[in-house]
């Protein structure tokens, strides 16, 4: 199992940006594919992006393309999104997520440990 910490959340105004990082810890982090998942409230978690082991390949959900880029530095145990040109509907506790298995994957239950999450809000 490893070990996930999420930070740099906060609030922001519409069009703003905003970095987040995930630390990890407890397993060799350049093992596990990672991802960024998030939750509004009232809805369903739902993918953001994810990348895979090396950070050679990544995915973005649809309503993130060209806004935000996923990352990683395996050397620092840490998964990074930034984000930019927010809008009020990314308002969202965001998730970091580890997968161990081969192929990187865009769902929930392909992902093996989570984060607790940390809050965004993009006011207009």
């Known amino acids: 199992q490893v070990q996930l910490v999420e930070s740099g959340g906060g609030s922001v105004q519409a069009g703003g940006s905003l970095r987040l990082a995930c630390a990890a810890s407890g397993r060799t982090f350049s093992n596990y594919h990672m991802a960024w998942f998030r939750q509004a409230p009232g809805k369903e978690r739902e993918f953001v992006a994810a990348i895979s082991r090396s950070g050679a390949s990544s995915n973005y959900a649809d309503s993130v393309k060209g806004r935000f880029l996923i990352s990683r530095d395996n050397a620092k145990n840490t998964l990074y999104l930034q984000m930019n040109s927010l809008k009020p509907e990314d308002t969202a506790i965001y998730y970091c997520?580890?997968?161990?298995?081969?192929?990187?994957?865009?769902?929930?239950?392909?992902?093996?440990?989570w984060g607790q999450g940390t809050q965004v809000t993009v006011s207009s």
């Open positions: 997520a580890a997968r161990a298995a081969y192929a990187l994957g865009v769902r929930q239950p392909e992902y093996d440990d």
